[in-house]
């Protein structure tokens, strides 16, 4: 029987695409590339003219076993805890997850600094101007909650000089903006508080609160010091625990409400402890006066699948990953926090929650090195071509 040697890093494109096809995780795109000149020009025209560049599923950062310094990847298409140790800390808390980067708070001499973190790029970062707050709605304790949720309008390392910070922040939920080059950052009057997520849509910033409240304005008029934004909605008096905004496949603007749980006994882990439900609205807006025509609730998501938490709200196609995914579902972390110690246990209430079926699912097992260590978090490790 004669041998054959294959000559892996020459094959023709078309095994190599075929190859490439099968791969579904970013991370395995990212490891593909980089055997060979070969396969990353293979890789590299997938991507820049297959349904693939369009199609990318999160992955979740979670705590590294046997290493309490650094985080991993876990990859949900699999159910796989990837070999990909992030330099990033592992027991702080990441107030945000956008475009690549990562957002996380530190406090010293009453001034509270972000500071961005691109784990997949050397963990190049950009410390940002102090965001001020007073006293009294800052914490005494886990000062790294005093910024809820830092969103990005673009990835900085593709648009250095033109790229946009929102952040959400003190007690009392209130936005702050910054471009890039700024020293100081420019403030929503905070009349408009309560907030809980914010999105970059056809031209505009919308924030939405935990009571429905939900306003808008332009960017290319942010200039004074502080903003008075433009109402979409006013507040009702319908709570919601946490809430998002997310873009459609089909480019609707919806809004997705989650509603939690907070039975007796918090020191055990307590799998009834946590996420009671969803609801989804598709929200129908006047672009011409920016007021909202109408909320209306649906109860099938179509082709969209969403991921939310302490990161971007993000759609995925269903169809695309239809032997990954469950359809009509929403994946979601733990990112709640609340006055006392956030997370005793480890954040351990992530699943995936059918809004037609309304039943839940497991999407990442708890382990036991997630105890006493902050929320796992969505990201979409980038992939540069340069």
Not at 363 to 382: D, L, N, S
């Amino acid at each position: 029987i004669l041998s054959m040697k294959i000559d892996w890093r020459n094959l023709e494109a078309l095994p190599l695409s075929i190859i490439f096809d099968k791969l579904v995780e970013r991370i395995d795109h990212i490891y593909f590339s980089a055997v060979c000149k070969n396969w990353y020009s293979i890789a590299k025209f997938n991507y820049q003219n297959r349904q693939i560049h369009n199609n990318v599923l999160p992955m979740l950062m979670v705590p590294t076993k046997g290493c309490r310094k650094k985080r991993s990847l876990y990859g949900i298409s699999l159910k796989k805890n990837y070999n990909f140790i992030l330099p990033v800390p592992c027991k702080k808390r990441f107030c945000g997850s956008s475009h690549g980067w990562l957002a996380k708070v530190d406090y010293s001499s009453k001034v509270t600094l972000i500071t961005l973190i691109n784990p997949f790029k050397d963990a190049v970062s950009i410390t940002l101007p102090p965001i001020c707050f007073m006293d009294r709605y800052r914490r005494s304790v886990h000062s790294e909650y005093d910024v809820h949720k830092v969103v990005l309008s673009t990835n900085p390392i593709f648009k250095p000089h033109d790229y946009v910070v929102v952040a959400i922040y003190s007690m009392r939920q209130c936005l702050a903006f910054l471009k890039a080059g700024q020293k100081t950052w420019i403030y929503i009057d905070d009349i408009h508080r309560l907030f809980n997520d914010v999105i970059f849509y056809k031209g505009l910033v919308y924030a939405v609160g935990l009571l429905n409240n939900i306003v808008s304005f332009d960017l290319s008029y942010l200039k004074d010091e502080k903003v008075i934004p433009k109402v979409v909605s006013l507040e009702g008096d319908d709570y919601a625990d946490r809430v998002y905004l997310v873009k459609s496949l089909e480019g609707d603007l919806w809004l997705v409400r989650k509603f939690i749980d907070f039975p007796e006994g918090e020191d055990n882990i307590d799998p009834s402890r946590g996420t009671k439900r969803f609801e989804v609205y598709n929200l129908e807006l006047d672009f011409q006066t920016g007021e909202l025509i109408q909320m209306l609730q649906i109860d099938s998501l179509g082709d969209n699948v969403l991921f939310v938490g302490d990161s971007d709200s993000v759609a995925v196609s269903a169809s695309y990953f239809s032997n990954y995914l469950h359809k009509n579902s929403i994946y979601y972390t733990d990112d709640f926090y609340g006055d006392t110690l956030p997370y005793p246990n480890g954040a351990f209430d992530m699943k995936i929650y059918n809004v037609k079926e309304k039943k839940f699912r497991q999407h990442c097992p708890y382990y036991h090195w997630f105890k006493g260590m902050p929320p796992a978090v969505w990201v979409i490790p980038p992939f540069q071509w340069d």
